[in-house]
């Protein structure tokens, strides 16, 4: 396989939880796997970046991942393989967050894009700041759903010991 695994957790003197949450990244473009890796490694995410979809359906079958960021085109501009990797990525992980990022986008793509179950779509040329704040708001949403989940998981043990 050719893919790089950067996982990251928060030094232990910060006295911070480390970040529970994995991201996985898949582009062709080589300095774009480097901006995701580092960008993310900034926010103490734990990352597994790849080149090809081939890896990335591996580590599908390993990892549990928070959000999948994907490119849509690999190999050209007629090539597809990404929306083929979003159905993969549903059948796989459901409840993964899938951010589609393109090239080569038009009005069409984005709808097939979402049928297919991307959660978000992107047309290159992204700015970093805004997979962040997307990627920050998704964590505070699923640390708030899992807040909740363990709350009512509580009452409803109180409940049945009362």
């Known amino acids: 396989m050719n893919f790089q695994n950067v996982q990251h957790t928060t030094p232990a003197d910060t006295g911070m939880k480390p970040e529970v949450h994995r991201v996985l990244v898949v582009d062709d473009e080589p300095a774009l796997r480097f901006a995701y890796g580092r960008l993310l490694e900034s926010e103490l995410f734990n990352v597994d970046i790849c080149e090809t979809i081939e890896d990335a359906l591996a580590l599908l079958k390993t990892n549990h991942y928070f959000a999948v960021i994907s ?4 190999a050209g501009p007629d090539n597809t393989d990404g929306l083929y990797f979003v159905s993969e990525v549903r059948k796989e992980q459901p409840l993964s967050e899938v951010i589609l990022v ?8 984005e709808k097939t894009t979402r049928k297919l179950g991307a959660s978000h779509y992107f047309e290159k040329p992204v700015e970093p700041s805004l997979i962040l704040s997307l990627l920050r708001s998704l964590h505070l949403i699923a640390d708030k759903r899992d807040e909740n989940s363990s709350f009512n998981s509580l009452l409803m043990t109180k409940a049945l010991v009362s």
């Open 71 to 74: 490119d849509v085109r690999f």
């Open 102 to 109: 393109t090239g080569y986008g038009s009005e069409e793509l």
